[in-house]
């Protein structure tokens, strides 16, 4: 049976929220965190493969460096959330502000809303979803993974980008540096709303792909 | 430092930055406060307010100012004499290292007062103005309400800002908001640092704008009187600063009429906003947005390159 613990973090601080969160994981599937009034830096640091839930809007920084856990915000989230998002996965119901998934490595982020600038930047791998816009400067630097952004972005897309993709259903706004704009494939097409439609996101039936010209950085070794 | 609220260390930022107006209340002061708690981890330097009274004064001017030394004290009752409107000695309080005080002269009396003030380099004027009174001190916002019952201030909008001192001094003069000397009724609090500030101060000092401090953000205050003393409408002071400052900012302007935002081009200071039926707040930070109005009010953040204004 699914054993469920309840947090009440309107008296707490974040370090008390984060230290009680890890106590919990270990001995309940899901957590629910009531109150979490915009503060910074919760549900920061927690492993192992546990449910939580946040009734409320995060302030920065929350769900990062998270390993194994699945994240529900129920309101909005601020800057830098998710930051090195690796093996969870994190969704955020509202809006989220910038620099947010910044570092990933794997597992899945998903924005219902729109986020500010700088979403993605430095991205290894995993999933990046926007259900609506994105702002300037998108996959700042990505070397791998996907974004997929389910309505407008903004200029300096991909700037910089030395791998992986960047998929828009709406607008797209000036390529960054060494980046540049396509077609998405069918097959790529097909693939992304699958994905997408797992988490009740639509898009077109056609797509922009953002990608790497590769010409203005040279690695010999890929890390990964 | 060791957050006020909760009692634990909370990592420091840089410089918070709130704004508000209430359509359905006058309990400004203590909004503004409640904003300023929320947002104490961003600065614990300084705390300061400003607060448009519910009622402009019909014909006279409210004058804030502060002292640091008692001989600054004496020069400014001597100074002040013959035109303060009052029948009592303006009461002195002291407000981390300076004194400060509040009183009421003719309009007519402004500018040569505010000259003479200028004269003496142990004196600052705050603020100024039919309805505006800016209050500041070293510290936090805790300590503001101590000296000035900020919380019990009633008015129909403010702005408030938290500060972590970076380019110049920890003091109650370079504490925010700021106003102009060349404007009444205006004043401003930011965030961030402005990179073409001293380009822009001689280029205003030329055209006769004298400054107090050098603290980068009086230059936003004086740029805003400058161009409105020009003609120019909020909103179009508002956009000229989006093309002339170079740097990163958020800022709030507020006049007795009016509030105003900016956001630098490359959004890289936070500015939240909320629109609702009980009124607008702004600030740096979604938690004291929330702090205003409530946990389920729709708040967004503002995209960079922008400006906005709202009627009071």
């Not at chain 1, 998270?66 to 998710?82: C, E, L, Q, S």
């Not at chain 1, 609506?132 to 972005?153: E, K, L, P, R, S």
């Not at chain 1, 998405?184 to 996101?201: D, M, N, W």
Request: aromatic residues 8%; glycine residues 10%; hydrophobic residues 40%.
């Amino acid at each position: 049976m699914e054993s469920i613990a309840e947090l009440d973090a309107s008296h707490l601080t974040s370090r008390e929220v984060n230290a009680r969160l890890k106590e919990l994981a270990l001995t309940h599937d899901k957590i629910s965190i009531k109150n979490p009034g915009a503060k910074h830096n919760i549900v920061v640091g927690v492993r192992g493969q546990v449910e939580i839930e946040v009734l409320g809007n995060v302030g920065y920084f929350a769900a990062g460096l998270i390993y194994g856990p699945k994240v529900r915000i129920m309101g909005n989230a601020g800057w830098f959330a998710a930051d090195n998002l690796d093996n969870s996965e994190i969704i955020i119901e509202g809006n989220a502000g910038t620099g947010v998934g910044t570092n990933a490595r794997s597992g899945t982020l998903v924005i219902k809303g729109d986020v500010n600038s700088r979403l993605g930047q430095v991205v290894k791998g995993g999933n990046i979803i926007v259900g609506g816009n994105a702002g300037f400067f998108t996959g700042m630097m990505m070397m791998g993974g996907a974004i997929i952004i389910c309505g407008d972005v903004d200029c300096g897309v991909g700037e910089s980008m030395m791998g992986g993709c960047i998929y828009v259903a709406g607008r797209v706004g000036k390529p960054g540096a060494d980046a540049a704009v396509c077609d998405a494939p069918e097959a790529e097409v097909r693939g992304i709303k699958s994905l997408i439609e797992k988490y009740g996101l639509n898009g077109k039936e056609s797509w922009k792909k953002v990608y790497s010209l590769k010409k203005l950085l040279r690695y010999e070794k890929r890390e990964y | 430092m060791v957050d006020e609220g909760t009692g634990s260390k909370r990592e420091e930022n840089m410089c918070g930055i709130a704004g508000v107006i209430l359509r359905r209340s006058e309990e400004t002061g203590e909004v503004l406060y409640r904003m300023l708690l929320s947002l104490q981890h961003r600065g614990p330097d300084s705390t300061g307010v400003a607060i448009f009274r519910m009622k402009a004064k019909d014909n006279a001017m409210l004058l804030r100012l502060s002292a640091k030394t008692e001989e600054a004290k004496s020069f400014a009752l001597d100074a002040l004499k013959p035109h303060w409107q009052a029948s009592a000695i303006p009461e002195w309080r002291m407000a981390g290292r300076s004194w400060t005080t509040e009183v009421e002269i003719s309009p007519d009396s402004l500018k040569t007062i505010l000259s003479y003030f200028q004269s003496h380099p142990e004196l600052k004027v705050h603020s100024f103005g039919r309805s505006l009174s800016i209050y500041k001190c070293v510290g936090g916002a805790r300590l503001l309400n101590d000296s000035y019952s900020i919380a019990s201030m009633r008015g129909r909008h403010g702005i408030g800002h938290v500060r972590l001192a970076t380019e110049s001094k920890v003091d109650v003069d370079y504490a925010h908001p700021f106003q102009s000397l060349n404007l009444a009724d205006l004043a401003i609090v930011h965030n961030g640092q402005l990179t073409n500030y001293y380009k822009l101060r001689r280029w205003l000092e030329k055209r006769g704008y004298k400054f107090q401090t050098d603290n980068d953000s009086e230059l936003i205050a004086q740029y805003i009187a400058y161009q409105m003393a020009r003609g120019a409408t909020l909103a179009e002071a508002l956009r000229g600063s989006l093309e002339d400052f170079d740097g990163t900012y958020s800022f709030i302007v507020a006049t007795p009429e009016e509030l105003g935002m900016a956001k630098d081009p490359l959004g890289a200071k936070p500015m939240m906003l909320c629109e609702c039926e009980d009124g607008v707040a702004i600030a740096s930070e979604e938690v004291a947005v929330r702090s205003a109005f409530g946990d389920w009010v729709k708040v967004r953040e503002l995209p960079p390159k922008e400006m906005a204004t709202w009627r009071v």
